[in-house]
C-alpha cells in the first residue's frame, strides 16, 4: 500500500505540468459544481420543510387564460371551507404595512408585517417557540416576533406580554416567539398580527363592512390545507362555481364568471402561476452546465492520460513481464487517480469556502457550505465519486489492458490508436464552451436590449418616491417642490418605476363584443404625466377641468383591442355598471411591463386623492439639492415613515435582476469552461510538441520555418475546434432561440454572434495552442535531433 | 575554382561551471565549389559541431562565416535558415526518416518548405524515386526499410531540393561495408556528374579517399600535415 502511494506520488511528481493541469481542471471545476449544487440544492428547497407541503395549496384567481393573480378576495376561503369537505384548513396571509416598530421609545426599521389568520403554525411548519398554537392571538391586537427580531428589540427583557406600537400608531402585545423563518420559504415575515387587524380599515361607511365580505378587494394570498386525498383540480372548480353563484346571489348585476386555480405550495418557488416551470428551467440548466464542466475535466484527464500512454505503457508492460497481476495494475493507477483527486479535493474545498461571499453575491442568495454538513459530504461525495469513476477507470482500464509486446514493438506507423477518441473528446469539450460562451454573448445582448430599449416614455433623471400621506396635498407639495430650480416637472402615478400592477375585467362600452371581455391594466396618475413622460397624446387631450373621477385616458393597444371607431368622447363604464366615463385621449402605447411582455391595453384615470407615487424630474443637476427638498417634504408629510427615493435610472437592474444574474452566473461558468477547456488543450499541445521534438527538428533541418512548425503543431488543434463549432452552432441556436422566447421583445440570432463566439473561441485556442508551438518551433534543431 | 565557403577565426565554445570549453578553435577553412571534402578526427572532436555550424544549424561564438560571398555570422536568423534551406542538404548518420511519413512523403517534405505546387512536388519526388531505385517502396514506412534503404531515402530527400552543398555526418556509419559502398558510389557520382559539393565526416579512411582532401580535426583545431 504504501510502496504503491510512493511510487503514485513519484509518477505524479514526474510528471508535474500534467498533474497541475489535471488536479487545477478537477479542483476549479468541481469548486464550480459544488457552488451550482449549492444553489440548486437551495432553489429546490424552497418551501419543502413544511410537513403538510404537499397538500398546501395558494388560491390563484384566473383573469384570463394567460393572467393569473397570486390573490384573492378574503371571503372566500370561509366560505370554501364551510362548503367544501375537502378543504382542511384555511389560512389568508397579507402584507401588513407599517414601517417600524417602536419599543421604549426607540423605532426599529425594516421589518416585514405580516397578517395572517390563526391557523398559520398549524398549517406551515414554522417554529413557534414561545406562545399557544392553539390560541395564537389573545385580541386582534396580538403579535408574534421572530427570535432576532426578538432580540434586537427586547434584548435580554422577556418579550412575552410587552406593548410594542406600530407605525401605524396601534398597540400590539407580544403573544409569541416564532423562530426566523427559513431563507427558503416563500413566506417570510419577521413579524405576525391576526388578519382581524385590517378590519380597522373598513370604517363602515364604504360598500363593505368588513374585511371578510370584501368581494372586491383581491389583495390577499389564500392557502389551502386540503385533506390528504383531495383532488385539487376539483377544489379550483369548485372555487370557480362556488365565487360565481355567490357573487350572482349578491345581486349587483354581476354575470361574471370566476375562475381559479389553485398552487402547490411547494412548487410556487420554481413554477409561475400559470403552470410554467420558469425557475426550474434555470435549476435544469445550470445543473446541466455542472455536468458539462464536470465532463470537461475529466475529458483533460482521460486525453492527458491517454496520450501519454504508450511512454506508461512501457513502464506497465515492464510489470505485466516482472508478474504483476491485473488487479495490482488497476488499483496502482486508480491510487494515482486517487490521490490526484484527493490534491484537487483539497483545492477545491479552500476555493469553495473562498469564493462563496463572491458567490452569493453574485447570485443574490446566502448559501453557506460547510463540509461536515451532511447534505454537503452527500454534494462532495457523489461529485467526488462521478470524477473518480470517469477519470479513473477508463484510463485505468486502458492501461491494465495494454498488451506488453505492442507497448515494446516499434509501432509501424507511430500511430496511437486512441488518437480519434482523444479528438472527439476535445471536440466535445469545445462544443460545450462554445454553447456556453455563445449563450453569454446572446443573453448579454438580449439585456442589453432591453436596457437600450425605447420604453416610449423617458426614465432619465426621474426621482420617485411614495406619497402615503402627501395624497391630497399634491398641489401643495407640487408647488413646494418646483421652488427648487433643479426640478423641471412633478406628476404622481399610481406604481413605481411607470410599471403597472393592476388590472380589472368587466369594462363596458359602446359595441363591446359580449362575449370577449377584455383585461384593462389600470393606471392613476396626474394631468402633469404625460408632459413629464413624454408621452405623446396621439389624439384627443388631456380632461378638462380640476381632476376628477369622469374621464379617462385610454392607450393604443386598448384602442385596437376594444375596436373603438371614435375613441375620443366615446363612454366607458369601468365596472359594468351605469357610471359612464368619458375618453379624452388617446396615449401613444408604452411598455409598462417587463418587456417579457407585449403592451396590453391600459386605462389611466385622473383622479384627485390617486394613490401613488410622486415623479419628480430633475434638470440632470443638483439631484442632492432635490432629494433634500424631497425629504423636507417627506419629513412633514409623513414624519413617521422611513424616506425612501429610487431613481427610475436604476429600474432596469431592479426589474431584470434574476435575468441580470442569471448572465452574470452564465458568464463566469462559461469563462471556466473555456478555461478548463484551454488548459487540456494546452496539455495536449505540449505534449505532443514533447513528443515530436526530434521531427520537429528534422523539419527545421529540411527548411522548415518557426511558422511552418507552429502550423503543422497549431493545425491539428485548430481544425479540431472548428469541428467543434460547427456542431456548437446550431445546438446554441436551438437553445438560445428556445430561451428568447421568454421575452416579447428580442433580438435575433445573427451571424455576428457567431462570428465573435469563434473569434473568442479560435483566439483562446491560438493563444493556448502557439505558446508551447513556437517553444518547440524556435528550439535549437541540433540539440532536437541529438536527444533520443 | 570559386569559393563555395570560407571560415576565418572560427571558434565556438560553451561556458561551464569552471569556464569555457571550446568545441572548436580558429578554424580557418576555403571550400571551393564543386570539391568533395572529407572530415576525420577521433570521437569527440567538433566535426559534428563543425558540420552543423556550416549547415547553419547552429552558431558560433567568434569567427566570420562567409558562404557563396554572404556572412553568414552577420546574418538574422531568419535570413541564415533562408540560406539554409535554399543552398544545403543535410544526412545523419541516424538517417533521421520521420517515422509517421511513407517513404514518398518524406522525400517530399523539404519541397513543401519550398513553396512548390503539389503537381511539381510529385514529378520532383517520382524522378528522385527513379533515380535512386527505390521506386517499389515509396508506400513504405521507414520501420519497414532497412538502414541502407533509409540512408537512400535520406540521401533523396537531402538532395530533392537541389543544394549546392551536401553535408553528411557519418553517412555510412550504421550501415554495412556494401551498404556504404554503395553510398559512396553515389556521392562520388553526384559529385562528379552534378557539381555537387559535399563535406562528409567519416571514421573511414576508405571512405574518406572518395572524396578529394581530408580535413582532420582534433579537439577542435584543424590538424595542418
Ligand atoms: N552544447 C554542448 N555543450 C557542451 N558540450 C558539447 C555541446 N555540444 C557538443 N559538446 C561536446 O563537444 C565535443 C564535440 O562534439 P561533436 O561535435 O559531437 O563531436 P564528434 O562529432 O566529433 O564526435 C564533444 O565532447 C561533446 O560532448
Ligand atoms: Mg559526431
Known amino acids: ?788 | 575554382m570559386n569559393t563555395l565557403l570560407e571560415t576565418k577565426h572560427l571558434t565556438k565554445w560553451v561556458n561551464s561551471g569552471s569556464g569555457r570549453i571550446f568545441l572548436l578553435r580558429d578554424i580557418n577553412l576555403t571550400i571551393g565549389q564543386g570539391e568533395f571534402i572529407s572530415i576525420m578526427g577521433p570521437s569527440g572532436s567538433g566535426k559534428s559541431t563543425l558540420l552543423n555550424i556550416l549547415g547553419m544549424l547552429d552558431e558560433f561564438n567568434e569567427g566570420e562565416y562567409n558562404f557563396f560571398g554572404r556572412e553568414v555570422h552577420s546574418m538574422k536568423e531568419k535570413h541564415r535558415s533562408e540560406l539554409h534551406k535554399e543552398n544545403i542538404g543535410f544526412i545523419f548518420q541516424a538517417y533521421h526518416l520521420i517515422d509517421e511519413l511513407t517513404v514518398q512523403e518524406n522525400i517530399e517534405t523539404p519541397l513543401m518548405y519550398h513553396n512548390m505546387k503539389s503537381s511539381e512536388r510529385k514529378a520532383t519526388v517520382a524522378d528522385m524515386l527513379d533515380r535512386f531505385n527505390i521506386v517499389g517502396k515509396k508506400d513504405l514506412f521507414p520501420a519497414q526499410l532497412s538502414g541502407g534503404q533509409q540512408q537512400l531515402v535520406g540521401i533523396a530527400r537531402a538532395l530533392v531540393v537541389k543544394p549546392k552543398l551536401l553535408l553528411a555526418d557519418e553517412p555510412t556509419g550504421n550501415l554495412n561495408s556494401k551498404q556504404g559502398e554503395e553510398i559512396m558510389e553515389i556521392f562520388s557520382k553526384l559529385n562528379r556528374e552534378e557539381g555537387v559539393t559535399i563535406i562528409q565526416v567519416t571514421h573511414s579512411e576508405k571512405n574518406a579517399a572518395y572524396g578529394n582532401r581530408i580535413i582532420h580535426l582534433l579537439d577542435g583545431m584543424t590538424q595542418n600535415y
Open chain 1, 1 to 788: 500500500m504504501f510502496y504503491n502511494l510512493k511510487i503514485a506520488i513519484r509518477n505524479l511528481r514526474s510528471n508535474g505540468l500534467y498533474s497541475i493541469i489535471n488536479i487545477i481542471g478537477l479542483a476549479v471545476s468541481v469548486t464550480v459544481c459544488i457552488l451550482i449544487a449549492l444553489w440548486v440544492k437551495d432553489e429546490l428547497s424552497f418551501d419543502k420543510f413544511h410537513e403538510n407541503e404537499k397538500n398546501i395549496y395558494l388560491v390563484g384567481t384566473k383573469q384570463t387564460d394567460d393572467i393569473y393573480w397570486a390573490t384573492t378576495p378574503a371571503p372566500m376561503s370561509i366560505f370554501a371551507k364551510a362548503e367544501m369537505p375537502e378543504i382542511k384548513d384555511y389560512c389568508r396571509i397579507a402584507w401588513y404595512d407599517n414601517s417600524y416598530v417602536e419599543y421604549n421609545n426607540k423605532k426599529f426599521y425594516g421589518n416585514d408585517f405580516g397578517a395572517v389568520d390563526s391557523s398559520f403554525f398549524r398549517i406551515f411548519d414554522f417554529q413557534l417557540l414561545e406562545g399557544n398554537i392553539q390560541e395564537l392571538f389573545k385580541d386582534a391586537q396580538s403579535i408574534i416576533i421572530s427570535e432576532t427580531k426578538a432580540k434586537a428589540i427586547f434584548g435580554e427583557e422577556d418579550p412575552m406580554g410587552k406593548l410594542i406600537r406600530l407605525s401605524n400608531d396601534i398597540s400590539f402585545q407580544v403573544t409569541g416567539i416564532m423562530k426566523d423563518m427559513p431563507k427558503n420559504s416563500s413566506i417570510r415575515y419577521d413579524m405576525l398580527v391576526p388578519f382581524e387587524v385590517l378590519n380597522k380599515t373598513y370604517g363602515g361607511n364604504g360598500f363593505w363592512k368588513r374585511i371578510d365580505d370584501d368581494w372586491g378587494n383581491y389583495s390577499y394570498r389564500t392557502c389551502l390545507l386540503l385533506q390528504p386525498n383531495a383532488d385539487h383540480q376539483s377544489v379550483s372548480s369548485k372555487l370557480g362555481e362556488m365565487v360565481t353563484r355567490l357573487r350572482q346571489e349578491q345581486g349587483s348585476g354581476m354575470r361574471m364568471t370566476f375562475r381559479f386555480s389553485l398552487q402547490p405550495l411547494a412548487k410556487l418557488h420554481l413554477y409561475s402561476l400559470d403552470g410554467k416551470p420558469a425557475g426550474l428551467e434555470k435549476v435544469y440548466l445550470f445543473s446541466i452546465i455542472a455536468v458539462l464542466i464536470i465532463l470537461i475535466a475529466c475529458i483533460n484527464y482521460v486525453n492527458l492520460v491517454t496520450a501519454r500512454s504508450s511512454k506508461r505503457g512501457k513502464e506497465i508492460a515492464i510489470r505485466k513481464i516482472s508478474g504483476a497481476k491485473l488487479p495490482g495494475l488497476f488499483r496502482q493507477l486508480m491510487e494515482e487517480t486517487a490521490l490526484l483527486l484527493f490534491a484537487s479535493l483539497a483545492i477545491t474545498i479552500a476555493l469553495v469556502y473562498l469564493l462563496l461571499p463572491f458567490y452569493n453575491e453574485l447570485s443574490g442568495k446566502e448559501m453557506s457550505f460547510n463540509i461536515f454538513d451532511p447534505s454537503s459530504l452527500l454534494i462532495f461525495g457523489a461529485t467526488t465519486l462521478c470524477v473518480l469513476c470517469l477519470t479513473g477507470i477508463y484510463p485505468a482500464i486502458l492501461l491494465g489492458s495494454f498488451k506488453p509486446m505492442e507497448a515494446f514493438g516499434r509501432s509501424s506507423t507511430g500511430k496511437n490508436k486512441h488518437i480519434y477518441f482523444r479528438k472527439a473528446l476535445v471536440v466535445l469539450q469545445f462544443t460545450c464552451s462554445i454553447i456556453l460562451i455563445l449563450g453569454t454573448i446572446v443573453i448579454g445582448k438580449q439585456l442589453d436590449y432591453l436596457q437600450k430599449k425605447n420604453l416610449g416614455y423617458s426614465k432619465e433623471n426621474i426621482i420617485t418616491v411614495p406619497q402615503m400621506k402627501m395624497q391630497g396635498h399634491y398641489d401643495a407639495v407640487r408647488d413646494e417642490l418646483l421652488k427648487n430650480k433643479n426640478v423641471s416637472g412633478v406628476s404622481v402615478f399610481s406604481f413605481d418605476n411607470m410599471t403597472v400592477g393592476s388590472s380589472r375585467m368587466g369594462v363596458s362600452w359602446p359595441g363591446k363584443d359580449e362575449n370577449n371581455d377584455l383585461v384593462f391594466h389600470c393606471a392613476w396618475s396626474r394631468f402633469e404625466m404625460p408632459e413629464l413622460m413624454n408621452i405623446p397624446i396621439v389624439e384627443g387631450k388631456l380632461p378638462p377641468g380640476t381632476p376628477g373621477e369622469n374621464y379617462v385616458m385610454l392607450n393604443e393597444e386598448a384602442v385596437k383591442q376594444m375596436k373603438l371607431e371614435n375613441p375620443v368622447g366615446a363612454k366607458i363604464s369601468l365596472n359594468s355598471d351605469n357610471n359612464y366615463v368619458e375618453v379624452t385621449g388617446i396615449l401613444k402605447d408604452f411598455n409598462f411591463a417587463k418587456l417579457n411582455e407585449n403592451i396590453k391595453p391600459l386605462i389611466i384615470s385622473f383622479t384627485d386623492n390617486s394613490w401613488g407615487y410622486l415623479y419628480v424630474k430633475t434638470t440632470g443637476e443638483g439631484t442632492q439639492s432635490v432629494i433634500a427638498s424631497l425629504e423636507k417634504l417627506w419629513k412633514q408629510y409623513n414624519p413617521d415613515y422611513e424616506f425612501n427615493y429610487n431613481f427610475m435610472d436604476d429600474f432596469f437592474e431592479k426589474t431584470y435582476r434574476t435575468d441580470i444574474q442569471t448572465e452574470r452566473l452564465l458568464s463566469v461558468f462559461s469563462i471556466v469552461a473555456i478555461f478548463i477547456s484551454c488548459l487540456g488543450l494546452f496539455g495536449l499541445v505540449t505534449y505532443t510538441a514533447e513528443t515530436k521534438t526530434k521531427e520537429i527538428g528534422i523539419r527545421k533541418v529540411l527548411g522548415a520555418s518557426v511558422s511552418n512548425i507552429v502550423n503543422m503543431l497549431s493545425k491539428e488543434f485548430l481544425i479540431l475546434v472548428g469541428i467543434a463549432m460547427l456542431i456548437a452552432f446550431p445546438l446554441a441556436y436551438f437553445w438560445l432561440d428556445k430561451m428568447l422566447q421568454d421575452y416579447a421583445y428580442r433580438i435575433s440570432i445573427t451571424w455576428p454572434v457567431f462570428a465573435l463566439a469563434g473569434m473568442i473561441t479560435l483566439a483562446l485556442t491560438l493563444l493556448t495552442v502557439s505558446w508551447q508551438a513556437i517553444k518547440a518551433a524556435t528550439a535549437n534543431p541540433v540539440k532536437s535531433i541529438k536527444t533520443e
